[in-house]
């Protein structure tokens, strides 16, 4: 793991290259030289030279980390702004409230963090995460118990770990350094009106009309502040159109609880999974093991049956799963946090990569272009991939046209970035289609054969592990969708056993440890 030791009595916090929000207001009045690049002028701006190239990433979450360390490899420095105070530990933060909530890291995220971080799993497993596989699950589809295939590896860890890894890895990068408690209000375009050339900064909680806005200027700026960026409203503050939107909402609710494991509990399983069965039944729920030899548990609800906050509900909403073995599982656990409750979970894509008017140097990634219903555990992966993308978008960019030229890149980037989150898109989305409470798409009717050849492929990949390592590959980003159809799939799929496997595929000792009776043979 990363050393955190810094000296706390200077007045620099090495660890983070940065300053506080204190000491920014401090630099401004005194007319300290410490912010060169921070000017308090509000005129629209000639486009910078290229010159001591500077990129800006707004949000320092895992969107905006991955950025900011692939941006290193192109800029001569990457500074993040971020409105909150970024703990020093693997700690909760306001800007990522979702952390509370069950996190899985899955295999193509996985990979390309250890691609980007060589060592990262390593160090997340150090500190407590948990590597899994298929055989490490007990899972309930739709379609009844899987078999316990091999699997993808996934980690399991908390949102707060994982972030914090990998904030730990970018920013020890010399050449990325962060802005804490400053928030973004806006962008600065340059004289040409085509051009965005930095971003307007303001101290996090100080009056929103006395407080001073300082611009930031940078060759290329990146917005990943998440599913509630401002990214329209400051386009159409500059000058361009605002982006359509598709909003797909299945009212999905998640409750969770950290929970320690009853003294003496073995399992020769780590990770309980109870999938929902549309339209009938739309609650789900989930117990992964996170450092700490915890389980956070994770409720789920959809049309608005939102799993209860309090510990009586809670363990209600848990009984009356398709099964009862989570709650048998955890009716003994010790609570080891509150319950939080979590209803942000609308499907959302803003499609920037259709604006006939793009502005030059400026990409949205993440979140902010893109979010999804969260039950499949994909955002930090699509982040990843976008990162990846972005990668290969400068180097293409700065090989055929020369580091000096941005033009056109943004433009491009932008495009790629809806490219990215297209094969997640599709899964989250068609998933919320079945159930008719979901608002923004209706099932039409290649939507219900989609779903009917999906069913078969779900039911087969319970039993057959061809079709099981097919399904989940898409699941984890290897693959896309249209893998699914690939003859040896589709084959299997069609003609392959309907018997659904009903009793929880654990022996009769294990089964007693959870209240399980199984069917006799
Ligand atoms: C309940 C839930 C469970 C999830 N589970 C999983 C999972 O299991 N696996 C998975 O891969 N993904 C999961 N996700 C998705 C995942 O959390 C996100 O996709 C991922 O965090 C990427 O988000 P982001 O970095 O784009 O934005 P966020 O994580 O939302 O971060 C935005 C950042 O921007 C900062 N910010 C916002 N506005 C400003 C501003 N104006 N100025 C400066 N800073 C600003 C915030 O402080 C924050 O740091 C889940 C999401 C939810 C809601």
Request: a neutral charge; proline letters at 7%.
């Amino acid at each position: 793991m990363a050393n955190l030791e810094w000296d706390k009595s200077s007045r620099w916090d090495p660890y983070f290259n940065m300053p506080t929000a204190r000491e920014i207001e401090l630099d401004l009045a005194l007319g300290s030289d410490s912010w060169l690049s921070l000017l308090a002028s509000d005129q629209p701006v000639p486009v910078p030279p290229p010159s001591g190239r500077h990129a800006i990433v707004i949000g320092g979450s895992m969107a905006g980390l991955l950025a900011a360390r692939v941006l290193a490899d192109h800029f001569d420095r990457v500074t993040i702004v971020d409105r909150d105070r970024l703990p020093v530990e693997a700690k909760f933060r306001d800007g990522v409230p979702q952390s509370r909530h069950l996190h899985a890291l899955l295999k193509r995220g996985l990979s390309v963090l250890e691609e980007l971080f060589a060592g990262l799993e390593s160090e997340l497993l150090a500190a407590g995460a948990v590597r899994l596989t298929g055989r490490d699950f007990l899972r309930m589809s739709a379609a009844g118990w899987a078999r316990r295939f091999e699997g993808p590896p996934l980690i399991a860890a908390t949102r707060e770990l994982i972030e914090w890894s990998v904030r730990s890895r970018t920013l020890q990068h010399p050449k990325v350094s962060v802005l804490q408690e400053q928030e973004i209000v806006g962008l600065l375009v340059a004289s040409d009106s085509a051009t965005v050339a930095g971003v307007q900064v303001r101290a996090r909680g100080s009056d929103r009309h006395q407080a001073l806005t300082v611009p930031l200027y940078g060759e290329l700026v990146v917005d990943a502040s998440g599913r509630n960026s401002k990214a329209p409203e400051w386009l159409e503050a500059i000058g361009f159109a605002k982006p359509q939107e598709t909003l797909i909402n299945s009212f999905l609710g998640y409750s969770s609880c950290v929970f320690a494991p009853r003294p003496g509990f073995q399992a020769d399983w780590k990770v309980l999974m109870l999938g929902d069965k549309p339209p009938a039944m739309p609650r789900a729920g989930a117990l992964f093991p996170i450092e700490g030899d915890r389980w956070m548990v994770t409720l789920a609800g959809y049309g608005r049956d939102y799993p209860p906050t309090n510990m009586a509900g809670f363990m209600e909403f848990a009984r009356s799963l398709r099964s009862d073995i989570l709650y048998q599982t955890i009716k003994d656990a010790k609570p080891l946090s509150r319950i939080n409750g979590f209803r942000s979970t609308l499907n959302q894509r803003r499609h920037f990569e259709s604006l006939t008017r793009w502005p030059e140097r400026f990409v949205v990634v993440g979140d902010a272009a893109c979010a999804f219903n969260p039950v499949y555990g994909q955002g930090m992966s699509v982040a990843a991939m976008t990162a990846v993308a972005l990668n290969h978008g400068l180097e293409e960019h700065f090989q055929r046209f020369g580091v000096a030229d941005m033009t056109g890149f943004a433009r491009r980037m932008q495009r790629t970035v809806a490219k990215a989150s297209q094969g997640a898109w599709v899964i989250a989305t068609g998933a919320d289609a079945r159930y008719p409470t979901t608002e923004g798409r209706q099932p039409r009717f290649v939507d219900r054969a989609m779903h009917a050849y999906l069913d078969r492929v779900i039911e087969v990949s319970m039993q057959d592990a061809t079709v099981n390592e097919a399904f989940l590959r898409v699941v984890h980003l290897l693959d896309a969708p249209p893998a699914l159809f690939r003859p040896a799939v589709a084959l299997r799929a069609l003609v392959g056993g309907r018997q659904p496997i009903v009793d929880p595929p654990i022996g009769q000792r294990q089964a007693a440890l959870v209240g399980q009776v199984l069917t006799p043979v």
